[in-house]
C-alpha cells in the first residue's frame, strides 16, 4: 500500500530517527519498505494518542487527512503481537488460518469433530460461537452431539430439548459433567432455543468399566436391553494396532492393560455408531470429544470411515503452546484445524 505522506507535519511528531526515513512529500511504500520499525512507531502513535487528532486537525489538503487515516489503519495491522491473544488458529499444515475460512470449509462436511482440552475456556468459549455460525450457514441443518453425555441419557436429554422437562430436573437427573454449567450448558441451551436435535453418544461408563475390567467377555452377560447403549460393531473390527490405541499403551506402561484398551476403543465405536444412527444427508452434524477421540484422524474417526467411507469429516483440535505464534511441528496434520492456546490459560473447573 502507499500513502501521500507530508514530512513537514509528520517531523513534529514522529519520534527521532523515524521522519529521516521518509522522503519529504513522497509516496510511501508500507509493503516494501524496511528500514522503519513499524511495530515500535505504532507502539508510540498508542502511547500517544493525540498523534491522530493533531494530524487531522492540520489544515492541510483532502489528500493529506486521507493519508494519516489510511497511514493509521496500516499501522493497526501491527498490534497483534504486540497484544496478549487468547488463541492462535492453523490449518493442517500449520500455516495461520482465518476462522471465516475455517467456517467456509466446515460447512460442506458430513461430521465435524471439535477436539476440545476438556478445561480450556477458549475452546468452549469457541465450540459456541462455531455452532452459532454454522447453524447460521447450514439454515438450521445443524445436529449436535457430544462425548459428554452418555447414550441412555438420551431420553431425558430429548425430553429437556423438546420443553417436556425444566432445567433442574435436568440437570438432576442426567449423569452430568462437573463443569456442565459453564462449557456444555450453552450447547445444550441453543439446541433447546433452535429446536435441533443434541445427541448423547458415549458409552455409560458402567459398561466402559466392565470392559475394562473383563474385557469383551463381559459383555455376554448383559442383557439386549443394555447392548443397545453400546456400538454393535466393537468385537467386529477392534484393532489393537491403530495407532492411537498403540500409544496409549505405550505411553501408559504397566498400568495401561489391553483391556483398557478395550475399553478406549468401545468409547470411540460407541460414539462413531450413535452418530451414524442420527446423521442425515443434507445435514452437518457437529460433534464434542476430547481431542484425543479425534486427533490424527483416529478415535472415533477411524469407527466412522470405517464404516461410512464415503462421508466427508473434518476435524478441529485444540492443543496448549508456551507460545502461539507458530504452530509446534508436533501438531502439524493433527486436524483439518489446530486452535493453540497459551500454556498460562486459565481452566474451567472439573474435579
Same mark, same amino acid.
Given at each position: ?67 494519516v487515516v489510511i497511514l ?10 504486540s497484544d496478549k491473544p ?120 458402567? %459398561?466402559a468399566a466392565l470392559i475394562? &475390567? ?5 459383555? #455376554? $452377560? +448383559?442383557? !439386549? =436391553? ?65 481431542? %484425543?477421540?479425534?486427533?490424527?484422524? &483416529? ?5 466412522? #470411515? $470405517? +464404516?461410512? !467411507? =464415503? ?41
Open positions: 500500500m502507499s500513502v501521500f505522506i507530508n514530512n513537514s507535519i509528520l517531523k513534529d511528531v514522529i519520534p527521532s530517527g523515524v521522519e529521516g526515513c521518509i522522503e519529504k512529500n513522497s509516496c510511501f511504500d508500507f509493503a516494501q519498505h524496511d528500514k522503519i520499525g513499524w511495530k515500535n512507531l505504532y507502539r508510540y502513535l498508542c502511547e500517544h494518542s493525540n498523534y491522530a487528532n493533531s494530524l487531522l486537525k492540520h489544515k492541510t489538503n483532502t489528500v493529506m487527512k486521507l493519508s493509521i489503519t496500516s499501522l493497526a495491522g501491527f498490534a497483534f503481537k487468547a488463541y492462535s488458529l492453523f490449518d493442517k499444515n500449520g500455516k495461520e488460518a482465518k476462522y471465516s475460512k475455517m467456517v467456509d470449509q466446515l460447512k460442506n462436511a458430513d461430521i465435524v469433530f471439535f477436539g476440545e482440552l476438556h478445561d480450556n475456556p477458549i475452546a468452549h468459549w469457541l465450540q459456541i460461537e462455531l455452532t452459532k455460525d454454522l447453524y447460521k450457514e447450514k439454515s438450521g441443518a445443524l445436529t449436535l452431539g457430544a462425548e459428554m453425555f452418555e447414550a441412555d441419557n438420551q431420553l431425558v436429554l430429548n425430553e429437556y430439548i423438546t420443553g417436556v422437562l425444566k432445567a433442574d430436573k435436568f440437570e438432576a437427573d442426567a449423569r452430568l459433567w462437573t463443569n456442565y454449567k459453564t462449557d456444555y450448558k450453552p450447547l445444550v441451551e441453543f439446541a433447546l432455543k433452535s429446536k435441533i436435535p443434541f445427541i448423547a453418544t458415549n458409552i455409560p461408563r458402567r %459398561y475394562n &475390567e473383563k474385557g469383551f467377555e463381559g459383555l #455376554k $452377560k +448383559l442383557t !439386549p =436391553e443394555a447392548l443397545i447403549y453400546i456400538s454393535p460393531d466393537l468385537e467386529r473390527l477392534y484393532d489393537s494396532t491403530v495407532t492411537c490405541y498403540k500409544e496409549m499403551l505405550k505411553m501408559g506402561g504397566d498400568h495401561v492393560t489391553p483391556n483398557l484398551l478395550k475399553a478406549q476403543a468401545a468409547k470411540d465405536a460407541t460414539m462413531a455408531h450413535f452418530i451414524l444412527k442420527n446423521f442425515e444427508k443434507g445435514k452437518l452434524f457437529l460433534h464434542f470429544d476430547g481431542s %484425543y477421540h479425534s486427533d490424527n484422524y &483416529e478415535g472415533i474417526v477411524w469407527w466412522v #470411515k $470405517k +464404516l461410512r !467411507p =464415503e462421508l466427508n469429516v473434518m476435524t478441529i483440535s485444540t492443543v496448549s503452546q508456551d507460545t502461539i505464534t507458530d504452530l509446534s511441528k508436533e501438531y502439524i496434520n493433527r486436524a483439518d484445524f489446530v486452535i493453540a492456546v497459551p500454556e498460562n490459560m486459565t481452566k474451567t473447573n472439573r474435579k
